[in-house]
Structures are given as C-alpha cells and as structure tokens.
C-alpha cells in the first residue's frame, strides 16, 4: 500500500498568514485528495487535487483560500490562505489507485492564532 | 450528493467481547465500503473494505457486512483487546469514480480491561 508522507507534521501560524502543506506519496496515484478533520469530529473533503489541471473543490471550499497544486503523480500541496482561528484543524492528504484503496498520511496539526 | 450516517457515536464494551458498528449511505451507487481506525494523533488507517459484489468479508477478528438493499454495512470486531480502543470511521464511494470518500462522524471504540 502506499506510503504518504505530510509536511509540516504541525505548526502554528498567525492569523492573516498562509501555510503550504505538503503531501508526498512513495508510488505513482491516480488520486489525491485533501481532507479537513476538526478536533474530535469526521473528515470533510476539501477537493480532489487533479494531476495537470485545476483542482476540484467541494462546496464550502474555494480556491482562493485552498490554493491546491500537483505537478505529477506522487506529490501535491495545501495552502491555507489568510489564516483565522477557524482555519486551526488537521489537515489529511489521502491517495489511491484506481479501484485500489484510499491510505491516508498523518495529517498536519494547524493552530491559528 | 452522498450521506453517510454511523452508530453509536460512542460504544464501551468489555475485553474479550464483541463491538458493531453500523452504518447507512444513501446514494445507491455507491459501491466501495472502506473501515478506518484513527489513533490519537495519527492519521485514519485502512483496516477492511468491502465492495457490492459480496456480503461479506473477514480477517481474522474483523468482518464486514454489508445489505446493499438496505442500505447499510456494519463492522464486527470480535474478541476485542485493549489495542481496538480507538475512533473508527465507514466510508461510501463509487470505486474508481473521480470522487473522494463521504465519511459517517465516528465510533469512538472503548475496550474495558
């Protein structure tokens, strides 16, 4: 199974900075997502970060908060824009193959503060 | 779009004894039931999956049921120790669909010594 890597780990940032994520997978996928998981509640999708073109966002989320990029098959980043307090959450990068399984990494701990 | 319910939000069972955790979709195409167990700190971790050509699936302690009629799959962990204590998370998707998984809220798993 796949092996995904997430940098930071954790961080905390000031409000009105942005942070980029990074995510990178040790075997070529055909699917990346990024999820957002609120202390203590389920994972909500943010978007499928699409190889070669723009991201695909869920409603709520926007690409000009979300900046989403993946420049090949085993790497993609998160940025979170223009941080408030509400953005403070863990942050997961899941890829998969196919009709394969969808692994995820550990997640990056953010803090606004 | 998909909705994915789970219960109970918490189960405490004794070691030694069984823990089911149920959950209902409602986007009859979905065929792809993914089971992740999350630790504190880490992130969700694949532990079975079932896809709608079968009714059920098993390792070892852990099985999966699912009633595609119905609407809903269930997760039995049988002999339970210590080490199941933990958040455990169904999922629904179309497999091989550009779609993420739709998550349910979670169990919270307490295993009694």
């Known amino acids: 199974s796949a092996v995904i890597s997430q940098k930071p780990s954790r961080d905390i940032c000031q409000r009105g900075t942005s942070l980029t994520i990074q995510c990178q997978v040790d075997?070529?996928?055909?699917?990346m997502f990024w999820y957002r998981q609120q202390p203590g509640q389920s994972l909500t999708l943010i978007a499928t970060a699409n190889q070669g073109s723009e991201a695909t966002y869920e409603s709520g989320f926007v690409i000009d908060k979300f900046p989403i990029s993946r420049p090949n098959l085993t790497f993609s980043t998160l940025t979170v824009s223009n941080m408030s307090p509400e953005d403070s959450s863990i942050y997961l990068c899941?890829?998969?193959?196919?009709?394969?399984?969808?692994?995820f990494g550990n997640g990056t701990r953010l803090t606004v503060t | 779009g998909e909705n994915v319910e789970q219960h109970p939000s918490t189960l405490s069972v004794q070691e030694g004894d069984s823990a089911v955790i149920k959950c209902t979709y409602s986007d009859s195409a979905s065929n792809y039931f993914p089971w992740y167990k999350q630790e504190l700190g880490k992130g969700p971790q694949l532990i079975i999956d079932i896809r709608s050509n079968v009714g059920e699936k098993k390792d070892q302690r852990i099985a999966v049921t699912l009633n595609k009629t119905a609407k809903h799959f269930s997760l039995h962990i049988t002999e339970t120790q210590p080490e199941d204590s933990a958040v455990y998370f169904c999922a629904a998707k179309v497999s091989g669909g550009a779609d993420g998984l739709t998550f349910g809220k979670g169990t919270h798993l307490i295993i009694q010594p």
């Open positions: 075997s070529q996928v055909t699917m």
């Open positions: 899941s890829a998969g193959t196919g009709e394969g399984p969808l692994h």
